[in-house]
């Protein structure tokens, strides 16, 4: 079979830069600024951990509403704070995932879930047991609201496709090899090496940065057409070993 021709570039494609959004004017020769996903991923998780204490104040706050009910809002304020500043922290902490991947495979990979546990169990404790005041009515709309801001809060808060140090490693990798620069789609889960691969065709507005930016917003997928697919697993092996972590080992 002939080799396959070059995608052709889009005449109407913009590129725009992913940490400012400003329009990117395409230079091969630019050096990029190293990486800071270290510092970057600390202060995410810092940023989490703050979200998920304001979360169990939230908490603790609905409960006294529960043992103290006197109108519904103040109780039902307290659980969509509580869910609110729970997904928000999960969202850091996912992105600081991303950005820094854990050693350890389950626990901080899903360490939203847990805190969420944390901050909403107590909830339907209290108030099964301790609401004996509050009028049947406001019970029943309180425990509704609050299951369905713990289902919609634990969702947001799974890792679903959990990132490993292999998997950062790889593409960075793959990403020396084809230039530096990472391209994405707005709501596309691939990042892409080659701006006007087939697949961005139908992407008039497209984002460059480094891979720590594709990953960081959740592009973690490989494009099998410009980034190597599943064909880079082979090649991460072959420069780093056979030592190295299965980079597939995440994979639906």
Known sequence: MAEEKKS??????????????????????????????KSNAGKKRLFAVILWVLAIVAEIVAIWTFNHFSVLWPSLAAIIADAALCIAAAQFWKQANRLDPPKGKFLKNQFGVIMTLIAFLPLGYFLLKSSKDMP???????????????????????????????????????????????YWGKYSKSYHFDPDCRTLQNSSQIYEGTIEEAFELGKTDPCDFCAG????????????????????????
């Open 8 to 37: 052709k570039s889009r005449a109407d494609r913009v590129i725009l830069s992913a940490k400012d959004g400003s329009v990117v004017e395409r230079d091969p020769e630019e050096k990029r600024p190293a990486s800071q996903r």
């Open 136 to 182: 049947p009515g406001a019970k029943k709309i309180i425990a509704v609201v609050a299951a369905l801001a713990f289902v919609l809060t634990m969702g947001m808060s799974i890792e679903y496709n959990p990132v490993s140090q292999a998997d950062l490693d790889q593409a960075e990798l793959m990403a020396i090899e084809y230039g530096g620069a990472a």
């Open 229 to 252: 697919g599943g064909e880079s697993k082979s090649i991460f092996e072959n420069v780093l070993g056979d030592n190295a972590e299965d980079p597939d080992a995440q994979e639906e």
